[in-house]
């Protein structure tokens, strides 16, 4: 079965600092991992899709890279604004349909 | 937007009452799915459509049922509300390949009292 894990659970930093935020997944056999920002109350949004194949994706300051055979992903975000706080969640889709499986979110706090 | 609508947006009900919540999508997608979020649990997969008619259980799928008459709408049916599915309820939908972004309703807050 497989197991999403991110850690650490909350993170706070200073405005301006550069992150990264970690996920790591048990089975290596994933058509994709996708990363996605949840603020209070709202549903959530899709931040970035990195498929199997690809080692990572950049949008805007934020990038994301994938290491499939250590079971990795990490979220890098540059400059930091406070805007950018928000729980981020990771999600790997497996092998057998289009099912995902979440880890529990790391919620980020960007102080001014 | 992804052209997802939930209804209701948010719900208090008693134990023992049945409970309908509506997923609506304009985007024509052939797969919808039901998640739940939970403090601790994450979002976990209650059940999911790959077409009219064509349903299939998630990971928490027991004291749940659903129906999809037409691609549009997805319904998610508590038979009996359990003060255990207390949650936040959201609907998703993705185009059908694997490769493809899968987008998020707004949720619906269910509260069982």
Same mark, same amino acid.
């Given at each position: 079965?497989?197991?999403?894990?991110?850690?650490?659970?909350?993170?706070?930093?200073?405005?301006?600092?550069?992150?990264?935020?970690?996920?790591?997944?048990?089975?290596?056999?994933?058509?994709?991992?996708?990363?996605?920002?949840?603020?209070?109350?709202?549903?959530?949004?899709?931040?970035?899709?990195?498929?199997?194949?690809?080692?990572?994706?950049?949008?805007?300051?934020?990038?994301?890279?994938?290491?499939?055979?250590?079971?990795?992903?990490?979220?890098?975000?540059?400059?930091?604004?406070?805007?950018?706080?928000?729980?981020?969640?990771?999600?790997?889709?497996?092998?057998?349909?289009?099912?995902?499986?979440?880890?529990?979110?790391?919620?980020?706090?960007?102080?001014? | 937007?992804?052209?997802?609508?939930?209804?209701?947006?948010?719900?208090?009900?008693?134990?023992?009452?049945?409970?309908?919540?509506?997923?609506?999508?304009?985007?024509?997608?052939?797969?919808?799915?039901?998640?739940?979020?939970?403090?601790?649990?994450?979002?976990?997969? &209650?059940?999911?459509?790959?077409?009219?008619?064509?349903?299939?259980? !998630? *990971?928490? =799928?027991?004291?749940?049922? %659903?129906?999809?008459?037409?691609?549009?709408?997805?319904?998610?049916?508590?038979?009996?509300?359990?003060?255990?599915?207390?949650?936040?309820?959201?609907?998703? &939908?993705?185009?059908?390949?694997?490769?493809?972004?899968?987008?998020? !309703? *707004?949720? =619906?807050?269910?509260?069982? %009292?």
């Amino acid at each position: 079965k497989q197991e999403v894990t991110q850690i650490p659970a909350a993170l706070s930093v200073p405005e301006g600092e550069n992150l990264v935020l970690n996920c790591s997944f048990t089975d290596s056999a994933i058509y994709n991992l996708q990363w996605f920002r949840q603020d209070p109350g709202k549903g959530l949004t899709s931040l970035l899709l990195i498929q199997s194949s690809q080692r990572e994706q950049t949008s805007g300051r934020l990038n994301a890279s994938l290491d499939k055979s250590s079971g990795r992903s990490t979220l890098y975000i540059a400059a930091s604004q406070p805007g950018d706080s928000a729980t981020y969640l990771c999600a790997v889709r497996a092998g057998g349909g289009n099912k995902l499986t979440f880890g529990t979110g790391t919620q980020l706090k960007v102080e001014l | 937007d992804a052209g997802i609508t939930q209804s209701p947006r948010h719900k208090v009900t008693e134990t023992g009452t049945p409970v309908t919540l509506r997923c609506h999508q304009t985007e024509n997608h052939r797969y919808m799915y039901w998640y739940r979020q939970d403090p601790g649990h994450g979002l976990r997969l &209650i059940h999911y459509s790959y077409g009219v008619k064509d349903t299939d259980k !998630g *990971e928490v =799928s027991d004291g749940y049922s %659903v129906s999809r008459s037409k691609t549009e709408d997805f319904l998610l049916t508590l038979e009996s509300a359990t003060s255990s599915q207390t949650s936040v309820y959201f609907c998703a &939908i993705t185009p059908g390949t694997t490769g493809n972004t899968i987008y998020f !309703g *707004e949720g =619906s807050w269910l509260t069982v %009292v």
